[in-house]
């Protein structure tokens, strides 16, 4: 394009101009409060003067729609005019007209000499301007429809959103529009101005919007990527970055995550809800000038180039890497003029927490970015560490969505108009009269800011923090960690600026704090603290003892402050040792009360304490004062005396305040087992004589003093003595033995239990001890110990056995009160396993080893006989005795069975060492039994498994109460052992038996009533009252099993054991655990050989009243009715049961006054419930019966019918189908008649308390209420066994009629006199009353809520459809009360009343054929309607719809009264206006019946039973069964 030099801007001259010395302060003056100024590393203060006169500003030229600040600020305008001013707000040129056709400014860029400026506009135009003269440089106009295709430029009225100068040239610059398109404008100047123009990008009309575009701008020195050109264009699909110079090339492609999923050509990607949202931003290569100094090793070093961008919330940094000979600094070294090779390498990533819009490096490794909602954070890259900035600009910043307005896509608004970085400040613009700068704060600026605002201690805190390196955000101005630095030289850098700024800090906190008299406590124990830690950090402890003591030492009150604040880091261990001026102060001050004398103690136990640093004798007394036991060992080990501390808190231990409850020798003050003198000496002991450091367990270093503590404390609790020596006396022993036997008072256990730990640590072994000879062989506790011709050396678990050995046999033969026999039995328990398992690294002779096992074996104390026992087993397993009939009553006195199996043993006598494990007192033994058995039984020796046969027969009753299961299992495994004699030897003991067979036929019981499945599954086995769960198909009787392994498979299907051990089991299981009985019957019925009878399972379990085991063989023998009348009689006891529970209430007086009586109390209805429960139960065993004959005579059926039709039968076809339908009606005729029993009978129990309900006084509210529940929960059981007849006879080929069991129901053949009762048999003619029919056809009606379920239900009552088809039933239920059934579906025989039709339409008793309702309305008023409706119900499905179409008002009530009868099975209509035709046979009782089905009848022709039944069955013959056949 040619430069369009016409259009010049307004001169210089006119505008107002601004002293060179102003202009030069444009970006210090920056007069203003910051807006949030904490601890915040990051400032923005307000722009006062700019943003004062932007409100004239914008009122002169226009609202300002794009901005671009530096070292001056450019603002474009609405109008299409760029303002250049000042930070004082003055404007310097204003560039443009606003005549002009460029339209609205939409991006301004200045150069990076500040003197020329480009400017995209709203149209399409970019304009080049010198606009310190005004003038333009070049204007590239948009393309124009006569444009060739070869020609470059942006769309006509597309937004130029971002233009930029190319590295330093002011004539090379880019340009990028709203659409896609970005351009390279290069302007030549030869004889003549020309400007090319090559395109870049243009936009992929499936994938592409433009995010950003920039060039890489001038870097702080010569680098070799300035003469390359680089310009980013970020889209939302790739990042490409371009080579300008010497030719436009493609450098880099990256491609971002794919927006498109799938073939769709819509801009969709995985957070499609979320606007699209990018940005970039370059950072230039950078020179950072730094002189080398003694603080500061480091110069100046050199960045190359680095790029970051973000695609959604990811934030990603390329670095530029050179492939061409170039300097340190980058600068190109080849003089052959070729560019150099640019490799991009990935160095960071990052995930932000929302979409960022913005990006741009304020630092030479720290990026500043933005969020979608304007949250502002700081990312330092090469350490990965995010900090938000919480200070951010009072108003909120306006993008402008040029993306969204050009292409119609949801994107973020661009805000690189509003928002630029120069000079690592950060400027923008918030709403439209405000300017703000932000910038980071040096690490000196905030520490400033701080003493400034007297927050000393917030700024010794951040300083401690800067020091340390650990505050959590961007620190400007300390050494940071680099890719490949040392960061122990960062460290000591940061220790050198850092350190003597953190001190100078503290005492100027110091000296303004305490010559302030106002300062409050708060305060001063704050900075207390911050002054400790800043002092450990920096290892400066002179300064915390010194300077900030002594400011704290002029007030008691704040020196317990300072005192209290270095507690916690001397019990953390960062403190180890407090000068004496310290401690003194600590003592004086914590000495008051035992709280603080604790915790005194506490402190001191943490602390390095020497000898005559503090007053330790008012140590000690406190802790003696207040029972500090564990400071007291401390403080005199710490003084190098470990002795004393033994003996002084024995002796308070053994005072006769402590004696007086053994447990505040175990208890401390306040009940604090810590400080407890039982608990402080043994740990002390516990650790001094294994060389370690009471109470932290530390090894006391040099060795040779650990020694020394081990072997003065050891001499002190156990003195080395000669065990040959002569006979001590009772004043010598105490004497020499005073401090162990202190111990063995405070706690023999305790002592033994510390003196195995030490004797577990290989430090003892480094100690030996001196014995030397003296008259009484007792070694002074004070003599020398130097190895003498006459000494002997002992090591110390040699020491130990010695000293027990004088001790337990002086005890047991001369002086009985020196020891209880319970620490003798310990002691010699102790030493005796000692020796048996340290041999020969201990030595005792055979007569000291003789003698001391027999006072093992003749110490009469049951607390020790175990510990005895192991000790006197080892003695007797490493020396055997000569004679061992010797030791086989000791030992059997003492109650060391374990020793007496191994005499028997050794001796053959099995049996014998057998017995031994039953006599054993522990549980844990007699169960050791068994693997013993199995034991001797694999050495295969005659005599073994002799002794082994004749032990089993004569303990098989004791073997069995320890497992009967293991019993049989060890009886099965040894050869010499049978079932048959352990039966035999069990026949005397009936419950021992039971519980062998158990075992031995039935062993996964007891591991299936533990199982949950089973529990839930089976609940007759674990409930006798519960009703058997018999008949059952075979999938539900599936056993489940706890163990894969007990799973049986078709090899285990086989009997192994006699047939009389099943049936003597299934005898003695009726008489202890008769609700295993069906269980174990199942799961052995079908085993080969018979396990047992029949015959003899039915006699057993009718003598002993097992109810579910009969019911089952009655089933199995095929005796169903047997069966039945079995259950039914339970479920006549167990309603019995419930009658009697239901509450009688007789308070005629109450009732007569008007008084109600209380209603049924909570245990009253539980008991109720839980009969109820069982009568439930019982007849669902009654169904289960049922159906159990169905399956098991279906079956019979049609093996029967198979065996007619085989050809090898020689029976004709006509005898074949004869002989099936007889066998076919009687299987029926059984079936039906199981039904029809178990029906009576529930209706019976329903009939009987609706009865019982009428008769009931008013004020009975109790028993109304119970016999409520228990009519409703009899409704519920007949609607149970409704559901499973009905389900039964829905096949085809079902055995049951439904219709003869509803004759049989409704048959009126009662014998005379007979009234009707709940408690007659089964099988009774009795026929049912009007209530019983209305109970069953009620329960019958709730069962099936629609309308279409109860008519088909009525067609499956009575075998066939009532009218031909449903449709017709449904049209002519619609059509009024025409009812008579079609021509098609009733035979001549059939017709009776029913078959005719009533005159004009009606309906007619279906008993006695009189009229009991007339349809007024005329045939030729309802054929049309008949048509209409007949033509719907033909074309659509069939719908029930009310439609009210009648005559008059008293027709539609009835209508309305039948309709809405879905769940009533009668109405009571009275005759109103002649409406109702009354009765021919003058009838008085006028209320009818009427059904939904459209069947009549009067309530006194259904309410008779016995001489109205006989009658209307004279008069209508057999058609009154059909009748009331279509009743039901």
């Not at 955000?473 to 960061?487: A, D, F, T, Y």
């Not at 006769?656 to 003198?677: K, N, Q, T």
């Not at 629609?1346 to 017709?1368: G, I, K, R, S």
């Not at 005559?1447 to 539609?1452: G, K, L, T, Y």
């Amino acid at each position: 394009m040619d430069v369009d030099t016409s259009i010049s801007s307004t001169p210089l001259s006119t505008l107002e101009s601004s002293p060179e010395t102003e202009y030069e302060s444009r970006i210090t003056n920056l007069n203003s409060t910051p807006v949030q100024c904490t601890t915040e590393h990051f400032s923005w203060r307000q722009l006062t003067d700019l943003s004062e006169k932007l409100p004239e500003l914008q009122e002169q030229f226009g609202q300002i729609s794009a901005s671009c600040m530096g070292d001056c600020v450019a603002l474009g305008t609405v109008r299409g005019l760029v303002i250049v001013a000042d930070y004082l707000g003055r404007v310097k040129a204003m560039l443009g007209s606003p005549t002009s056709s460029y339209g609205e400014v939409s991006a301004v860029a200045f150069s990076a000499d500040y003197l020329a400026l480009v400017a995209g506009y709203a149209s399409g135009y970019v304009v080049v301007w010198d606009w310190a003269k005004g003038t333009t440089v070049s204007v590239s106009r948009p393309l124009q429809p006569s444009d060739g295709p070869g020609v470059a430029g942006h769309p006509v009225d597309m937004a130029v959103t971002f233009v930029g100068f190319i590295g330093a040239s002011k004539h090379r610059y880019i340009s990028s529009s709203a659409g896609g398109y970005v351009l390279y404008h290069h302007i030549v100047r030869r004889l003549l101005t020309t400007m090319s123009t090559v395109q870049l990008s243009s936009p992929d009309q499936t994938t592409d919007i433009l995010f950003e575009a920039a060039p890489l701008a001038y870097g702080g020195y010569e680098c070799a990527t300035d003469d390359l050109g680089l310009v980013a264009v970020l889209t939302s699909a790739h990042l490409t970055i371009f080579k300008t110079r010497h030719g436009v090339e493609q450098r880099y492609r990256q491609g971002c995550q794919p927006p498109i999923i799938g073939g769709n050509a819509k801009k969709q990607r995985p957070f499609a809800k979320r606007p699209y949202a990018g940005c970039l931003s370059w950072l230039p290569a950078l020179k950072h000038q730094r002189a080398a100094t003694a603080t500061d090793p480091v110069a100046s070093h050199f960045t190359l180039p680095r790029l970051a961008y973000s695609w959604g919330t990811s934030i990603h940094v390329l670095a530029l890497e050179l492939d061409h000979k170039v300097a340190a600094n980058g600068a190109p070294l080849d003089s052959s003029g070729s560019l150099a090779r640019l490799r991009f390498e990935p160095v960071s990533k990052w995930e932000a927490i929302e979409d960022v819009v913005f990006c741009r490096w304020i630092d030479d490794d720290v990026l500043l970015y933005m969020t979608r909602s304007q949250r502002i954070f700081v990312f330092e890259t090469s350490l990965r560490q995010e900090t938000e900035v919480s200070a951010s600009p009072p108003g909120s910043i306006a993008g402008r969505p040029w993306v969204t307005l050009a292409t119609g896509v949801e994107a973020e608004p661009s805000y690189a108009q509003v928002m630029s970085v120069c000079r690592r400040r950060v400027f923008a613009v918030c709403g439209e009269s405000s300017v703000y700068t932000g910038r980071l704060l040096a690490w000196t600026e905030r520490l400033e800011l701080l003493v400034e605002q007297n927050r000393h201690v917030d700024a010794i805190t951040l300083a401690t923090g800067f020091y340390q390196g650990r505050t959590g955000q961007i620190v400007v101005g300390l050494p940071r960690q680099k890719h490949g630095g040392s960061s122990a030289a960062l460290e000591k850098r940061r220790h050198a600026l850092v350190g003597s700024k953190l001190v100078d800090l503290m005492r100027a906190a110091l000296r303004q704090t305490f010559d302030d008299r106002h300062v409050g406590d708060s305060l001063v124990r704050a900075l207390a603290s911050v002054c400790v830690v800043a002092c450990l950090a920096i290892d400066s402890q002179s300064l915390l003892f010194g300077e900030v003591f002594e400011r704290y030492t002029a007030n008691p009150r704040r020196t317990r402050m300072y005192l209290e604040t270095i507690e916690p880091f001397i019990l953390s261990g960062d403190i180890a040792h407090l000068p004496p001026q310290i401690l003194n102060a600590m003592v004086d001050s914590y000495g008051a009360t035992p709280q603080l004398v604790r915790r005194l103690g506490d402190l001191l136990m943490n602390l390095r304490l020497s000898p005559g640093e503090f007053d330790i004798d008012r140590v000690l007394s406190s802790c003696r004062q207040h029972r500090l036991w564990r400071t007291f060992a401390r403080v005199w080990l710490s003084m190098g005396d470990p002795v004393a501390p033994v003996i002084s808190i024995l002796a308070a231990a053994s005072s006769e305040d402590d004696l007086s409850s053994d447990a505040s020798v175990f208890a401390g003050e306040d009940g604090d087992d810590d400080e407890a003198p039982g608990i402080v000496i043994f740990d002390y002991l516990d650790m001094v004589i294994r060389g370690r450091r009471y109470p932290d367990g530390k090894q006391i270093r040099p060795q040779s003093v650990a020694e020394q503590y081990s072997t003065l404390v050891t001499e002190l609790v156990l003195p080395p003595v000669e065990t040959t020596s002569r006979s001590l006396s009772s004043d010598e022993l105490r004497t020499t033995f005073s401090t162990l036997l202190a111990l063995l008072n405070l706690g023999a256990d305790r002592l033994l239990v510390t003196l195995n730990h030490v004797l577990g640590d290989p430090f003892t072994g480094l100690v030996n001890f001196i014995v030397k000879p003296e008259t009484g062989g007792v070694v002074s506790k004070h003599s020398d110990r130097s190895l003498r011709r006459a000494s002997q050396v002992k090591s110390f678990m040699q020491l130990v056995v010695d000293t027990f050995f004088v001790l337990a046999t002086s005890a047991d033969r001369e002086q009985p009160e020196l020891l209880t026999k319970r620490q003798n039995g310990l002691l010699s328990s102790f030493a005796l396993t000692l020796y048996a398992t340290r041999f020969p690294l201990i030595y005792l002779t055979d007569e000291s080893v003789d003698k001391w096992s027999s006072i093992l074996l003749q110490l009469d104390d049951p607390s020790t006989r175990v510990e005895r026992e192991y000790a006197f087993e080892l003695l007797f397993k490493l020396n055997p005795p000569q004679s061992y009939d010797d030791y086989i009553e000791p030992t059997r006195k003492a109650g060391f069975f374990r020793v007496l199996e191994s005499i028997y043993r050794t001796l053959e006598q099995y049996d014998l060492a057998l017995r031994t494990y039953l006599d054993h007192p522990e549980y844990v033994y007699h169960r050791a039994v068994f693997s013993a058995i199995k034991e001797l039984a694999a050495s295969r020796r005659p005599k073994t498994l002799e002794g082994i046969a004749e032990f089993a027969r004569g303990s098989a009753v004791e073997l069995v109460e320890v497992d009967a299961e293991s019993f049989v299992n060890t009886v099965e495994a040894v050869s010499s052992l049978n079932h048959d004699s352990i039966v035999a030897a069990l026949a005397d003991q009936a419950q021992a038996q039971f519980a062998y067979l158990r075992a031995l036929l039935d062993p996964t019981s007891e591991a299936l009533s533990r199982s949950p499945d089973h529990q839930r599954s089976a609940v007759t086995v674990t409930d006798e009252r519960a009703p058997p769960n018999i008949g059952l198909s075979d999938e539900q009787h599936i056993v489940v099993y706890p163990f894969r392994s007990l799973v049986p498979d078709s090899e285990q299907r086989s009997n192994k054991h006699p047939q009389e051990y099943h049936e003597r089991y299934l005898e003695l299981m009726c008489r202890y655990n008769p609700g295993n009985v069906l269980a174990y019957l199942r799961q052995h019925a079908d085993l080969s050989p018979e396990p047992f009878r029949l015959a003899y399972v039915q006699s057993i379990c009718s003598k002993h009243g097992v109810s579910d085991g009969l019911v089952w063989v009655l089933m199995r023998l095929g005796d169903f009715s047997g069966a039945l009348t079995t259950l039914i009689a339970q479920m006549d006891q167990e309603t019995e049961r419930m009658r009697a529970a239901v509450p009688v209430t007789l308070n005629e007086d109450a009732e007569g006054e008007g008084e109600q009586a209380s209603a049924l109390g909570d245990a009253d209805r539980e008991r109720l419930v839980d009969h109820l429960d069982r009568t439930a139960h019982e007849v669902d065993g009654c169904v289960d019966v049922c159906r159990a004959a169905l399956s098991k005579l279906g079956k019979d059926v049609a093996a029967q019918s198979a065996h007619c039709h085989d050809p090898d039968t020689p029976m004709s076809n006509d005898v074949a189908a004869k002989a099936q339908s007889e066998y076919r009606a009687l299987v029926s005729t059984q079936l039906c008649d199981l039904w029809l029993a178990l029906l009576r009978k529930v209706l019976g129990y329903l009939h009987h308390t609706s009865q019982t309900l009428d008769g009931l006084a008013t004020g009975d509210v109790a028993t109304r209420e119970a016999w409520q529940l228990v009519s409703k929960r009899q409704r519920w059981m007949l609607q149970s066994v409704l559901d499973a007849l009905i389900f039964a006879a829905s096949s085809a080929s079902s055995l049951i009629s439904l219709r003869h069991i509803i004759q049989q129901l409704l048959a009126s053949s009662p014998a005379p006199g007979d009234v009707p009762s709940p408690q007659k048999q089964i099988g009774s003619g009795r026929s049912l009353d009007i209530a019983e029919i209305q109970h069953l056809l009620a329960v019958a009606v709730s069962a099936y809520k629609t309308e279409a379920q109860l008519m088909a239900l009525t067609n499956v009552l009575v075998d066939y459809d009532l009218f031909t088809t449903f449709a017709q039933l449904v049209r002519s239920q619609k059509q009024g009360w025409h009812v008579a059934p079609d021509s098609a579906t009733s035979s001549g025989a059939e017709t009776g009343v029913l078959g005719r039709p009533a005159s004009g339409g009606g309906c007619l008793c279906n008993k006695c054929g009189e009229r009991i309702f007339n349809d007024q309305r005329q045939n030729r008023a309802m054929a049309g309607l008949r048509k209409q409706i007949g033509q719907y119900y033909d074309s659509s499905s069939l719908r029930m719809l009310d439609l009210h179409v009648f005559e008059d008002a008293s027709a539609q009530w009835q209508w309305i009264k039948l309709r809405s009868a879905s769940t009533t099975y009668d109405e009571f209509l009275s005759n109103r206006s002649g409406r109702l035709g009354g009765s021919s046979s003058g009838n008085s009782d006028q209320r009818v019946v009427l059904f939904k089905c459209g069947h009549g009848f009067h309530w006194s022709c259904l309410a008779s039973t016995t001489d109205d039944d006989a009658a209307a069955k004279h008069q209508s013959g057999s058609s009154s069964q059909r009748h009331q056949q279509q009743l039901a």
